[in-house]
Nanobody
Framework: QVQLMESGGGSVQSGGSLRLSCTAS????????MGWFRQAPGKKREAVAA???????KYARFVKGRFTISQDNAKNTLYLDLSSLEPEDTAMYYC????????????????????WGQGTQVTVSS
């Protein structure tokens, strides 16, 4: 089990940028499939991006090249760099960890992930 804590959320205008961080404790994120998910009020949770084996990335189609997932193993921290933000990106963003796998079909499935952070709010105004 690994404990996760997100930070870096905030309020920005359309077109703005944010860097979300997810600091892990209790275990090394290099041992896990790592992902970012988001949930807006009244909507279901959806995958944003995932990073497997510290190098293989998968992104939801709505990302459209605007977001980048990465991790720093030395800092035991996962990042999500958000740019060109739109009001539709407003949501609570969660990081998650799941069993390491090279099977990419699992990367964007929330049911694969076992450990979740508490979330950090991203609000984008028009």
């Amino acid at each position: 089990q690994v404990q996760l804590m997100e930070s870096g959320g905030g309020s920005v205008q359309s077109g703005g940028s944010l860097r979300l961080s997810c600091t892990a404790s209790g275990d090394q994120i290099s041992n896990y499939l790592m992902g970012w998910f988001r949930q807006a009020p009244g909507k279901k949770r959806e995958a944003v991006a995932a990073l497997g084996n510290g190098e293989v990335t998968k992104y939801a189609r709505f990302v459209k090249g605007r977001f980048t997932i990465s991790q720093d193993n030395a800092k035991n921290t996962l990042y999500l760099d958000l740019s060109s933000l739109e009001p539709e990106d407003t949501a609570m963003y969660y990081c998650a960890a799941g069993p390491a796998t090279f099977q990419e079909p699992y990367y964007l499935l929330d049911t694969w992930y076992n450990d979740w952070g508490q979330g950090t709010q991203v609000t984008v105004s028009s």
